[in-house]
C-alpha cells in the first residue's frame, strides 16, 4: 500500500480544468512532486514545490498544497494530457521516498 | 541539459543478481541523490534507494537484504544490485537525479528532474 493516496482514475472534458489530489500526512513536512507518465515513456516532471514548473512544462499545469493534500490542476486540458500522472515525496523522517498509487486521466 | 543512460542485462533465471549501471552525462556528479526506481508491468513506481556522491546509500526497508548500490565518480556512473531475483522483481527499472530544494521558511522540497530511459527487467525460469 502507498504512504501517499491517490484516486485511480480521473476524466476530464476536452478543454475542462481538472484537479489531481494527492493526501499523505508526510505532505504537511514536505512539498509533493508530480510526474506524467505516457504509455511506454519514462516519468516527466511537472510541478514540484509549491508551484513550480520545469522548462518545457505547459503552463496549464500547476501544483498546489495545503495540509496533507497537494494537488495538481490542469487548466485547459488538452488530449495529450492523457496520461498516468504520480505523486512524490518523501517519508516524515526524510530518509525514504514515497510515491502515489497514481491517477489515470482520461481525457473526453 | 543532463542525461542519464541505463543498461544492464533484461533477462534473469530466479536466483540470479540483477546488475544495471546508469550514467550521468551533461550534469555534475555531486550534490545529488542518484536513485533507482521500479515499475512492475501495469503498477505504479515503487523507489528501490538512492546513492550519493559519497558512496553513502539508503535503500527500501522492503528490498534492504538483497540491495546494493554503488558509484564510480571517475566516470560519473552508479549501479544497482539486486540478488537472489525471483519473478515480483520483474519490472521496467528506471535510474533518476534526485535533488533537494530547501528554502527559508518553507517546507523542503526533493524531486526527481531527470531519468533514464528505463530498462525492463524479467526474470523466468
Known amino acids: 500500500s502507498s504512504e501517499l493516496t491517490q484516486d485511480p482514475a480521473v476524466s476530464v472534458a476536452l478543454g475542462q480544468t481538472v484537479r489531481i489530489t494527492c493526501q499523505g500526512d508526510?505532505?504537511?513536512?514536505?512539498?509533493a512532486s508530480w510526474y506524467q507518465q505516457k504509455p511506454g515513456q519514462a516519468p516527466l516532471l511537472v510541478s514540484h514545490g509549491k508551484n513550480n514548473r520545469p522548462s518545457g512544462i505547459p503552463d496549464r499545469f500547476s501544483g498546489s498544497s495545503s495540509g496533507n493534500t497537494a494537488s495538481l490542476t490542469i487548466t485547459g486540458a488538452q488530449a495529450e494530457d492523457e496520461a498516468d500522472y504520480y505523486c512524490h515525496s518523501r517519508d516524515s523522517s526524510g530518509h525514504h521516498v514515497v510515491f502515489g498509487g497514481g491517477t489515470k486521466l482520461t481525457v473526453l | 541539459q543532463v542525461q542519464l543512460q541505463q543498461w544492464g542485462a533484461g533477462l534473469l533465471k530466479p536466483s540470479e543478481t540483477l546488475s544495471l549501471t546508469c550514467a550521468v552525462y551533461g550534469g555534475s556528479f555531486s550534490g545529488y541523490y542518484w536513485t533507482w526506481i521500479r515499475q512492475p508491468p501495469g503498477k505504479g513506481l515503487q523507489w528501490i534507494g538512492e546513492v550519493i556522491q559519497t558512496g553513502k546509500a539508503t535503500y527500501n526497508a522492503s528490498l534492504r537484504s538483497r540491495v546494493n548500490m554503488l558509484v564510480d565518480t571517475s566516470r560519473n556512473q552508479f549501479s544497482l544490485k539486486l540478488d537472489s531475483v525471483t519473478a515480483a522483481d520483474t519490472a521496467l527499472y528506471y535510474c533518476?537525479?534526485?535533488?533537494?530544494?530547501?528554502?527559508?521558511?518553507?517546507?523542503?522540497?526533493?524531486?526527481?528532474?531527470?531519468w533514464g530511459q528505463g530498462t525492463l527487467v524479467t526474470v523466468s525460469s
Open positions: 508526510h505532505l504537511r513536512t514536505y512539498y
Open positions: 533518476a537525479r534526485g535533488y533537494w530544494m530547501v528554502g527559508p521558511r518553507d517546507r523542503p522540497q526533493y524531486f526527481f528532474d531527470s
